[in-house]
T-cell receptor
Framework: GENVEQHPSTLSVQEGDSAVIKCTYS??????FPWYKQELGKGPQLIID?????GEKKDQRIAVTLNKTAKHFSLHITETQPEDSAVYFC????????????FGAGTTVTVRA | DVKVTQSSRYLVKRTGEKVFLECVQD?????MFWYRQDPGLGLRLIYF???????EKGDIPEGYSVSREKKERFSLILESASTNQTSMYLC?????????????FGEGSWLTVV
């Protein structure tokens, strides 16, 4: 099955700086890569996703890049703000088969004011 | 807005008890899931269901069962709770395959088995 590894497990950044989280996956057939943000006491929420026919996608301060050859994808948060503090999860799946997402272990991001 | 509701947010149960975790979604989604979340392990899939009365095992089904008698409701059952099942449990749902992969999570149920 799919194995998704996520690094780092914790990340502390100064407000206004950028944060980068990296994930690698094992199944070359995976073609859908979402990122989730989980705030304290809440369920994860989708913040951005990318499909395998695209190399990069941006949504305001958030961007995701995908390198299918190397089987890795990254989340970039620019101009970090205190409300960006949360746990972030990457995931991968084969959209054509089903909706079984394989998740990374999560990254706890702390933005220092 | 899609709503996935987990009726119990915090539960404390004794070892050996039968535990029911209930989940309801209001968007007529075909697909529903139960995940378990543990620190350092991310989210692991326990069971999922593509339709009423259908279920399939995920990655860690041992010690769990599920029930889907109605489309909107997906229940996770711990037949005999054990301390290693202390965890946060997340229910999720997704629309039909052709409309995209967006998965919607509930707020989670914190289960402590003593």
């Amino acid at each position: 099955g799919e194995n998704v590894e996520q690094h780092p497990s914790t990340l502390s950044v100064q407000e206004g700086d950028s944060a980068v989280i990296k994930c690698t996956y094992s199944d070359s057939a995976s073609n859908y890569f979402p990122w989730y943000k989980q705030e304290l006491g809440k369920g994860p929420q989708l913040i951005i996703d990318i499909r395998s026919n695209v190399g990069e996608k941006k949504d305001q301060r958030i961007a995701v890049t995908l390198n299918k050859t190397a089987k890795h994808f990254s989340l970039h948060i620019t101009e970090t703000q205190p409300e960006d503090s949360a746990v972030y999860f990457c995931a991968a799946s084969r959209r054509s088969n089903d909706y079984k997402l394989s998740f990374g272990a999560g990254t706890t991001v702390t933005v220092r004011a | 807005d899609v709503k996935v509701t987990q009726s119990s947010r915090y539960l404390v149960k004794r070892t050996g008890e039968k535990v029911f975790l209930e989940c309801v979604q209001d968007m007529d989604h075909e697909n529903m899931f139960w995940y378990r979340q543990d620190p350092g392990l991310g989210l692991r899939l326990i069971y999922f269901s593509y339709d009423v009365k259908m279920k399939e095992k995920g990655d860690i089904p041992e010690g769990y069962s599920v029930s889907r008698e109605k489309k909107e409701r997906f229940s996770l059952i711990l037949e005999s709770a054990s301390t290693n099942q202390t965890s946060m449990y997340l229910c999720a749902s997704t629309p039909p395959f052709w409309s995209g992969n967006t998965i919607y999570f509930g707020e989670g149920s914190w289960l402590t088995v003593v």
